[in-house]
Protein backbone atom coordinates (compact mmCIF):
# COMPACT_ATOMS: atom_id res chain seq x y z
CA UNK A 1 0.00 0.00 0.00
CA UNK A 2 1.04 3.25 -1.21
CA UNK A 3 2.72 5.06 2.05
CA UNK A 4 0.25 7.88 2.93
CA UNK A 5 1.21 11.61 2.18
CA UNK A 6 0.96 14.12 4.35
CA UNK A 7 0.13 17.86 2.31
CA UNK A 8 0.44 21.17 3.89
CA UNK A 9 -1.12 24.12 3.24
CA UNK A 10 0.94 27.33 1.26
CA UNK A 11 -0.04 28.97 5.23
CA UNK A 12 2.40 26.54 6.89
CA UNK A 13 5.29 25.86 4.42
CA UNK A 14 5.68 29.84 4.25
CA UNK A 15 5.17 29.90 8.24
CA UNK A 16 8.08 27.29 8.70
CA UNK A 17 10.18 28.82 5.83
CA UNK A 18 10.12 32.52 7.85
CA UNK A 19 10.61 30.51 11.03
CA UNK A 20 14.07 29.17 9.65
CA UNK A 21 15.11 32.75 8.41
CA UNK A 22 14.21 33.83 12.27
CA UNK A 23 16.18 31.55 13.34
CA UNK A 24 19.45 32.13 11.69
CA UNK A 25 22.32 34.14 13.87
CA UNK A 26 23.62 35.43 10.52
CA UNK A 27 20.19 36.47 9.00
CA UNK A 28 19.20 38.00 12.26
CA UNK A 29 21.93 41.05 11.36
CA UNK A 30 22.66 41.61 8.19
CA UNK A 31 24.77 44.65 6.69
CA UNK A 32 23.66 45.68 3.15
CA UNK A 33 24.88 48.48 0.59
CA UNK A 34 22.77 49.01 -2.62
CA UNK A 35 20.65 51.45 -4.82
CA UNK A 36 16.98 52.52 -3.63
CA UNK A 37 14.50 51.67 -6.44
CA UNK A 38 10.52 51.66 -6.26
CA UNK A 39 10.73 53.58 -2.99
CA UNK A 40 6.82 54.30 -1.57
CA UNK A 41 6.52 55.99 1.60
CA UNK A 42 3.02 55.19 3.74
CA UNK A 43 0.72 57.15 4.87
CA UNK A 44 1.37 55.94 8.48
CA UNK A 45 5.05 56.47 7.87
CA UNK A 46 5.99 53.29 6.82
CA UNK A 47 9.16 52.70 4.26
CA UNK A 48 8.66 50.55 1.32
CA UNK A 49 11.70 49.89 -1.38
CA UNK A 50 13.79 47.38 -3.84
CA UNK A 51 16.97 47.26 -3.01
CA UNK A 52 19.57 46.83 -5.78
CA UNK A 53 22.88 46.04 -7.23
CA UNK A 54 24.20 45.21 -10.62
CA UNK A 55 22.95 41.83 -10.73
CA UNK A 56 20.24 41.28 -7.88
CA UNK A 57 17.89 42.83 -5.32
CA UNK A 58 15.76 42.50 -2.65
CA UNK A 59 12.84 43.79 -1.24
CA UNK A 60 13.14 46.14 2.04
CA UNK A 61 11.05 47.43 4.59
CA UNK A 62 11.66 50.40 7.27
CA UNK A 63 8.59 50.62 9.56
CA UNK A 64 7.84 54.08 11.12
CA UNK A 65 9.46 53.00 14.61
CA UNK A 66 13.16 53.38 12.52
CA UNK A 67 12.10 55.44 9.68
CA UNK A 68 12.30 58.82 12.78
CA UNK A 69 15.45 58.65 13.04
CA UNK A 70 16.59 59.22 9.71
CA UNK A 71 18.84 62.50 9.07
CA UNK A 72 17.69 62.28 5.38
CA UNK A 73 14.67 61.66 2.68
CA UNK A 74 15.31 58.84 0.62
CA UNK A 75 14.64 58.79 -2.82
CA UNK A 76 15.08 56.26 -5.64
CA UNK A 77 18.34 55.93 -6.69
CA UNK A 78 20.18 56.80 -3.62
CA UNK A 79 23.01 54.83 -2.66
CA UNK A 80 22.72 53.48 0.70
CA UNK A 81 24.36 51.56 4.09
CA UNK A 82 21.78 49.37 5.57
CA UNK A 83 21.64 47.09 8.69
CA UNK A 84 18.50 44.92 9.31
CA UNK A 85 17.70 41.07 9.09
CA UNK A 86 16.25 38.94 6.81
CA UNK A 87 12.92 37.32 7.14
CA UNK A 88 9.99 35.91 5.17
CA UNK A 89 6.62 37.53 4.47
CA UNK A 90 4.24 34.78 4.83
CA UNK A 91 1.39 36.69 3.06
CA UNK A 92 2.82 36.59 -0.28
CA UNK A 93 6.33 33.98 -0.06
CA UNK A 94 8.69 36.33 -0.38
CA UNK A 95 11.67 37.00 1.56
CA UNK A 96 12.70 40.69 2.40
CA UNK A 97 14.51 42.47 4.54
CA UNK A 98 13.69 44.84 7.38
CA UNK A 99 15.59 47.38 7.82
CA UNK A 100 16.73 49.00 11.56
CA UNK A 101 19.10 51.74 10.31
CA UNK A 102 20.06 53.34 6.36
CA UNK A 103 22.71 55.93 5.98
CA UNK A 104 23.96 57.43 2.69
CA UNK A 105 27.05 55.41 1.29
CA UNK A 106 28.82 58.98 -0.11
CA UNK A 107 31.23 58.42 3.20
CA UNK A 108 33.08 54.73 1.73
CA UNK A 109 35.96 56.74 0.46
CA UNK A 110 36.96 57.95 4.09
CA UNK A 111 36.35 53.97 5.68
CA UNK A 112 38.56 52.61 3.19
CA UNK A 113 40.89 55.56 3.93
CA UNK A 114 40.50 54.60 7.84
CA UNK A 115 40.69 50.66 7.10
CA UNK A 116 43.94 51.33 5.36
CA UNK A 117 45.70 53.54 7.89
CA UNK A 118 44.61 51.18 10.56
CA UNK A 119 45.97 48.27 8.78
CA UNK A 120 48.78 49.92 7.99
CA UNK A 121 49.79 51.07 11.57
CA UNK A 122 48.68 47.95 13.25
CA UNK A 123 51.44 46.48 11.12
CA UNK A 124 54.31 48.57 12.16
CA UNK A 125 52.72 47.80 16.09
CA UNK A 126 51.51 51.16 17.35
CA UNK A 127 48.50 49.78 18.67
CA UNK A 128 50.46 46.64 20.65
CA UNK A 129 49.80 46.95 23.82
CA UNK A 130 53.50 46.72 25.01
CA UNK A 131 53.42 50.30 23.88
CA UNK A 132 50.70 51.34 26.44
CA UNK A 133 52.48 53.19 28.93
CA UNK A 134 50.35 53.03 32.27
CA UNK A 135 48.24 55.79 34.19
CA UNK A 136 49.45 56.97 37.14
CA UNK A 137 46.59 56.32 40.05
CA UNK A 138 47.44 60.09 41.56
CA UNK A 139 48.34 62.56 38.79
CA UNK A 140 49.48 65.97 40.31
CA UNK A 141 48.98 67.61 36.55
CA UNK A 142 46.87 66.89 33.54
CA UNK A 143 46.89 68.74 30.25
CA UNK A 144 43.55 69.08 27.96
CA UNK A 145 44.00 68.88 24.59
CA UNK A 146 40.61 69.84 22.60
CA UNK A 147 38.90 73.36 21.62
CA UNK A 148 38.73 76.16 23.75
CA UNK A 149 35.01 76.36 23.43
CA UNK A 150 32.70 73.65 23.51
CA UNK A 151 30.83 70.43 25.69
CA UNK A 152 34.16 68.77 25.82
CA UNK A 153 36.63 70.74 27.46
CA UNK A 154 33.35 71.93 30.18
CA UNK A 155 32.95 68.13 31.00
CA UNK A 156 36.67 67.25 31.43
CA UNK A 157 37.53 70.50 33.54
CA UNK A 158 33.98 69.69 35.64
CA UNK A 159 34.66 66.53 36.48
CA UNK A 160 38.09 66.17 37.48
CA UNK A 161 37.58 69.48 39.91
CA UNK A 162 34.51 67.50 41.40
CA UNK A 163 36.27 63.82 41.79
CA UNK A 164 39.91 65.12 42.83
CA UNK A 165 40.61 68.82 43.12
CA UNK A 166 43.78 68.43 44.36
CA UNK A 167 45.02 67.63 40.93
CA UNK A 168 45.72 70.79 38.14
CA UNK A 169 44.21 70.66 35.01
CA UNK A 170 46.22 72.63 31.91
CA UNK A 171 44.26 73.73 28.97
CA UNK A 172 46.26 73.39 25.34
CA UNK A 173 43.94 74.82 22.98
CA UNK A 174 43.50 73.94 19.84
CA UNK A 175 41.58 73.10 16.13
CA UNK A 176 39.46 69.75 16.61
CA UNK A 177 37.92 70.20 13.13
CA UNK A 178 39.37 71.31 9.15
CA UNK A 179 42.03 70.66 7.50
CA UNK A 180 44.33 72.28 9.82
CA UNK A 181 43.33 70.78 12.90
CA UNK A 182 45.88 67.74 12.56
CA UNK A 183 48.91 69.81 12.43
CA UNK A 184 47.34 71.85 15.46
CA UNK A 185 46.71 68.76 17.09
CA UNK A 186 50.54 67.94 16.78
CA UNK A 187 51.68 71.14 18.03
CA UNK A 188 50.23 70.82 21.40
CA UNK A 189 50.52 67.75 21.81
CA UNK A 190 54.54 67.95 21.25
CA UNK A 191 53.97 70.85 23.74
CA UNK A 192 52.30 69.88 25.82
CA UNK A 193 54.56 66.82 26.35
CA UNK A 194 57.06 68.90 27.30
CA UNK A 195 54.80 70.26 30.42
CA UNK A 196 55.72 68.38 33.05
CA UNK A 197 52.22 66.50 32.93
CA UNK A 198 51.37 63.38 34.11
CA UNK A 199 48.60 62.78 31.75
CA UNK A 200 47.40 64.02 28.38
CA UNK A 201 43.69 63.97 27.71
CA UNK A 202 43.00 63.96 23.90
CA UNK A 203 39.50 64.31 22.16
CA UNK A 204 36.83 66.50 21.46
CA UNK A 205 32.86 65.63 21.21
CA UNK A 206 30.83 64.32 19.38
CA UNK A 207 30.14 64.26 15.17
CA UNK A 208 30.39 62.50 11.48
CA UNK A 209 33.13 60.89 10.29
CA UNK A 210 34.35 64.11 8.69
CA UNK A 211 34.08 66.01 11.96
CA UNK A 212 36.20 63.22 14.19
CA UNK A 213 38.23 62.94 11.10
CA UNK A 214 41.67 65.03 12.30
CA UNK A 215 41.91 62.13 14.80
CA UNK A 216 42.62 59.40 11.87
CA UNK A 217 45.31 61.36 10.22
CA UNK A 218 48.70 59.39 10.18
CA UNK A 219 50.51 62.21 11.76
CA UNK A 220 48.29 63.03 14.57
CA UNK A 221 48.65 59.08 15.53
CA UNK A 222 52.20 58.71 15.39
CA UNK A 223 52.44 62.34 17.40
CA UNK A 224 50.28 59.96 20.67
CA UNK A 225 52.74 57.33 19.55
CA UNK A 226 55.96 58.88 20.23
CA UNK A 227 54.57 61.14 23.15
CA UNK A 228 56.38 59.88 26.29
CA UNK A 229 53.70 61.56 28.62
CA UNK A 230 50.59 58.69 28.97
CA UNK A 231 47.87 59.88 26.47
CA UNK A 232 43.64 59.29 27.42
CA UNK A 233 42.12 59.08 23.89
CA UNK A 234 38.43 60.36 24.11
CA UNK A 235 37.15 61.18 21.10
CA UNK A 236 33.38 61.75 19.74
CA UNK A 237 31.00 59.12 21.88
CA UNK A 238 31.10 55.08 23.04
CA UNK A 239 30.19 54.20 19.29
CA UNK A 240 32.91 56.44 17.97
CA UNK A 241 36.45 55.17 17.00
CA UNK A 242 39.46 56.53 15.52
CA UNK A 243 42.82 55.50 14.59
CA UNK A 244 43.61 58.25 18.19
CA UNK A 245 41.92 55.67 19.63
CA UNK A 246 43.79 52.96 18.87
CA UNK A 247 47.50 54.29 19.36
CA UNK A 248 46.55 56.09 22.86
CA UNK A 249 47.43 54.28 25.79
CA UNK A 250 43.57 54.52 26.65
CA UNK A 251 40.64 54.72 25.46
CA UNK A 252 38.02 56.69 26.86
CA UNK A 253 33.62 56.81 25.67
CA UNK A 254 33.60 60.13 26.13
CA UNK A 255 35.44 63.00 27.34
CA UNK A 256 33.54 63.03 30.85
CA UNK A 257 34.58 59.99 30.75
CA UNK A 258 38.45 60.14 30.03
CA UNK A 259 38.15 62.61 33.19
CA UNK A 260 37.25 59.59 35.27
CA UNK A 261 39.35 57.72 34.30
CA UNK A 262 42.52 60.09 34.79
CA UNK A 263 41.57 60.68 38.09
CA UNK A 264 40.64 58.62 41.23
CA UNK A 265 37.70 59.86 43.72
CA UNK A 266 37.50 60.35 47.20
CA UNK A 267 36.09 56.99 48.15
CA UNK A 268 39.20 55.46 45.85
CA UNK A 269 41.82 57.28 48.67
CA UNK A 270 40.19 55.70 51.61
CA UNK A 271 41.42 51.96 52.12
CA UNK A 272 38.81 50.97 54.23
CA UNK A 273 35.90 51.24 52.06
CA UNK A 274 37.99 49.99 49.16
CA UNK A 275 38.32 46.30 51.38
CA UNK A 276 34.47 46.58 51.65
CA UNK A 277 33.80 47.60 48.29
CA UNK A 278 36.16 44.44 47.50
CA UNK A 279 34.09 41.98 49.34
CA UNK A 280 31.28 43.86 48.23
CA UNK A 281 31.95 43.55 44.83
CA UNK A 282 32.74 39.88 45.21
CA UNK A 283 29.34 39.04 46.55
CA UNK A 284 27.63 40.98 44.06
CA UNK A 285 29.41 40.00 40.77
CA UNK A 286 29.08 36.40 41.98
CA UNK A 287 24.99 37.09 42.12
CA UNK A 288 25.57 38.94 38.95
CA UNK A 289 27.07 36.02 36.72
CA UNK A 290 24.22 33.70 37.98
CA UNK A 291 21.59 36.49 37.47
CA UNK A 292 23.39 36.75 34.02
CA UNK A 293 23.40 33.28 32.75
CA UNK A 294 19.30 33.87 33.17
CA UNK A 295 19.67 37.26 31.47
CA UNK A 296 21.42 35.16 28.47
CA UNK A 297 18.78 32.40 28.18
CA UNK A 298 15.95 34.98 28.48
CA UNK A 299 17.96 37.39 26.10
CA UNK A 300 18.48 34.29 23.23
CA UNK A 301 15.03 33.76 22.95
CA UNK A 302 13.31 34.70 19.85
CA UNK A 303 10.44 36.54 21.12
CA UNK A 304 12.54 39.15 23.09
CA UNK A 305 15.35 39.50 20.43
CA UNK A 306 12.97 40.09 17.95
CA UNK A 307 9.42 41.33 19.85
CA UNK A 308 8.45 43.49 16.39
CA UNK A 309 8.14 40.07 14.66
CA UNK A 310 4.50 39.69 16.84
CA UNK A 311 3.21 42.22 14.56
CA UNK A 312 5.33 43.04 11.75
CA UNK A 313 3.24 41.14 9.35
CA UNK A 314 -0.01 42.57 10.31
CA UNK A 315 1.29 45.70 10.46
CA UNK A 316 2.33 44.87 6.78
CA UNK A 317 -1.15 43.65 5.79
CA UNK A 318 -2.92 46.50 7.08
CA UNK A 319 -1.05 48.63 5.00
CA UNK A 320 -1.97 46.45 2.06
CA UNK A 321 -5.66 46.65 3.09
CA UNK A 322 -5.63 50.43 3.40
CA UNK A 323 -4.28 50.99 0.36
CA UNK A 324 -6.50 48.74 -1.45
CA UNK A 325 -9.28 50.22 0.29
CA UNK A 326 -8.19 54.10 -0.23
CA UNK A 327 -7.83 53.02 -4.13
CA UNK A 328 -11.31 51.22 -4.47
CA UNK A 329 -12.72 54.39 -3.03
CA UNK A 330 -11.51 56.61 -5.01
CA UNK A 331 -12.11 54.65 -8.21
CA UNK A 332 -15.74 54.79 -6.98
CA UNK A 333 -16.19 57.97 -5.80
CA UNK A 334 -14.63 59.23 -9.43
CA UNK A 335 -16.97 57.00 -11.88
CA UNK A 336 -19.87 58.41 -9.83
CA UNK A 337 -18.65 61.98 -9.93
CA UNK A 338 -18.65 61.83 -13.56
CA UNK A 339 -21.82 59.71 -13.89
CA UNK A 340 -23.45 63.07 -11.68
CA UNK A 341 -21.53 65.07 -14.02
CA UNK A 342 -23.94 63.83 -17.12
CA UNK A 343 -26.68 63.59 -15.25
CA UNK A 344 -26.54 67.12 -14.29
CA UNK A 345 -25.11 68.39 -18.08
CA UNK A 346 -28.66 67.02 -19.67
CA UNK A 347 -30.82 68.30 -17.18
CA UNK A 348 -29.39 71.22 -17.94
CA UNK A 349 -29.31 71.54 -21.21
CA UNK A 350 -33.30 70.43 -21.35
CA UNK A 351 -34.35 72.47 -18.76
CA UNK A 352 -36.78 75.59 -19.86
CA UNK A 353 -35.82 77.05 -16.76
CA UNK A 354 -32.39 77.79 -17.93
CA UNK A 355 -33.49 79.72 -21.33
CA UNK A 356 -36.20 81.45 -19.50
CA UNK A 357 -33.82 82.49 -16.86
CA UNK A 358 -30.80 83.31 -20.51
CA UNK A 359 -33.82 85.64 -21.68
CA UNK A 360 -35.09 87.33 -18.82
CA UNK A 361 -31.12 87.98 -18.06
CA UNK A 362 -31.08 89.81 -21.58
CA UNK A 363 -34.35 91.69 -21.26
CA UNK A 364 -32.88 93.50 -17.89
CA UNK A 365 -29.85 94.18 -19.75
CA UNK A 366 -31.97 95.77 -22.69
CA UNK A 367 -33.56 97.73 -19.66
CA UNK A 368 -30.83 98.36 -18.00
CA UNK A 369 -29.08 99.99 -21.20
CA UNK A 370 -32.50 101.70 -22.28
CA UNK A 371 -32.55 103.46 -18.55
CA UNK A 372 -29.28 104.29 -19.02
CA UNK A 373 -29.53 105.86 -22.32
CA UNK A 374 -32.82 107.92 -21.36
CA UNK A 375 -31.11 109.46 -18.26
CA UNK A 376 -28.33 110.04 -20.26
CA UNK A 377 -30.64 111.34 -23.53
CA UNK A 378 -32.87 113.27 -20.30
CA UNK A 379 -29.67 114.85 -18.64
CA UNK A 380 -27.95 116.35 -22.07
CA UNK A 381 -31.65 117.87 -22.86
CA UNK A 382 -31.41 119.69 -19.65
CA UNK A 383 -27.68 121.07 -19.94
CA UNK A 384 -28.52 122.15 -23.40
CA UNK A 385 -31.39 124.37 -21.91
CA UNK A 386 -29.59 125.54 -19.18
CA UNK A 387 -26.99 126.91 -21.52
CA UNK A 388 -29.92 128.19 -23.54
CA UNK A 389 -31.79 130.29 -20.61
CA UNK A 390 -28.50 131.46 -19.79
CA UNK A 391 -27.33 132.69 -22.91
CA UNK A 392 -30.99 134.44 -23.55
CA UNK A 393 -30.47 136.04 -20.35
CA UNK A 394 -27.40 137.81 -21.92
CA UNK A 395 -29.05 138.41 -24.76
CA UNK A 396 -32.26 140.08 -23.42
CA UNK A 397 -32.60 143.71 -23.76
CA UNK A 398 -34.65 143.81 -20.51
CA UNK A 399 -31.88 143.30 -18.18
CA UNK A 400 -29.49 146.12 -20.02
CA UNK A 401 -32.45 148.04 -18.91
CA UNK A 402 -32.25 147.22 -15.59
CA UNK A 403 -28.78 149.34 -15.68
CA UNK A 404 -30.58 152.35 -15.71
CA UNK A 405 -31.00 152.55 -19.49
CA UNK A 406 -34.05 152.75 -21.59
CA UNK A 407 -35.83 151.88 -24.63
CA UNK A 408 -37.37 154.62 -27.45
CA UNK A 409 -39.52 153.40 -29.96
CA UNK A 410 -41.84 155.68 -32.60
CA UNK A 411 -44.08 153.58 -34.02
CA UNK A 412 -42.29 150.23 -33.17
CA UNK A 413 -39.18 151.25 -34.45
CA UNK A 414 -36.28 151.35 -32.06
CA UNK A 415 -34.71 155.15 -32.38
CA UNK A 416 -30.76 154.47 -31.89
CA UNK A 417 -29.87 158.38 -33.05
CA UNK A 418 -31.60 161.67 -32.56
CA UNK A 419 -31.43 162.35 -36.37
CA UNK A 420 -34.52 159.98 -36.65
CA UNK A 421 -36.38 162.03 -34.20
CA UNK A 422 -38.51 165.00 -35.29
CA UNK A 423 -40.16 167.95 -33.25
CA UNK A 424 -43.50 166.78 -32.39
CA UNK A 425 -42.67 163.24 -32.73
CA UNK A 426 -44.68 161.04 -29.49
CA UNK A 427 -42.38 158.57 -28.60
CA UNK A 428 -42.77 155.14 -26.40
CA UNK A 429 -40.14 155.19 -23.54
CA UNK A 430 -39.56 151.71 -22.26
CA UNK A 431 -37.75 151.54 -18.25
CA UNK A 432 -36.66 148.58 -16.75
CA UNK A 433 -40.19 149.27 -14.76
CA UNK A 434 -43.17 150.67 -16.50
CA UNK A 435 -42.83 153.17 -19.56
CA UNK A 436 -44.06 156.65 -20.46
CA UNK A 437 -45.06 158.17 -23.88
CA UNK A 438 -43.56 162.01 -24.59
CA UNK A 439 -43.74 164.52 -27.63
CA UNK A 440 -40.30 165.70 -28.54
CA UNK A 441 -40.00 169.44 -28.28
CA UNK A 442 -36.48 170.08 -29.64
CA UNK A 443 -33.83 168.00 -31.26
CA UNK A 444 -30.14 168.51 -30.02
CA UNK A 445 -27.45 166.82 -32.43
Same mark, same amino acid.
Given at each position: ??? %???????? %?I???I?????????????Y?K?????????????? $???????? /???S????????? !????KP?????????????? $???????????????????????? %????????????????????????????K?????????????????????????????????????????????????????????????????G +???D???????????A??? @??????? /???????????????????????????????????I?N????????????????? !?T?????? @????????????????????????????????????L????????????????L???????K???????I???????????????????????????????????????????? %??????? +? +?????????????????????????K?
Open positions: MEQ %ERNYLSIT %ENNYKNILDSDFFLNRILGEISNFKCHTRGHL $YFTLKDDN /ARIAVMFQSSAK !NLSFEDGMNVLISGRITA $YPASGSYQVYVDTMELDGLGNLYL %EYEKLKEKLLKEGLFNKEHKKPLPKYPTIGIITADTGAAVRDIMSTIKRRYPLCEAILFPTLVQGKEAAPNIVKQLEVADNYGCDILIVGRGG +SIELWAFNEECVARIYN @TKTPIIS /AVGHEPDFTIADFVADLRAPTPTGAAEMAVPTRTDNLINQYKLRLNKNIKSLI !NKFIEFR @TLKNSFILKNPMSLYEMKEQTLDKLIDNLNRNMQSLDSKKHLLEIGYNKIKLSPINLLENRNNLKDLNRLNNNMDKSLMNYHHNLDSLINTLKLVNPLNILSNGYSLVRV %EDKVIKD +S +SELKVNDIVDIKFSKGSIKAKVKEIN
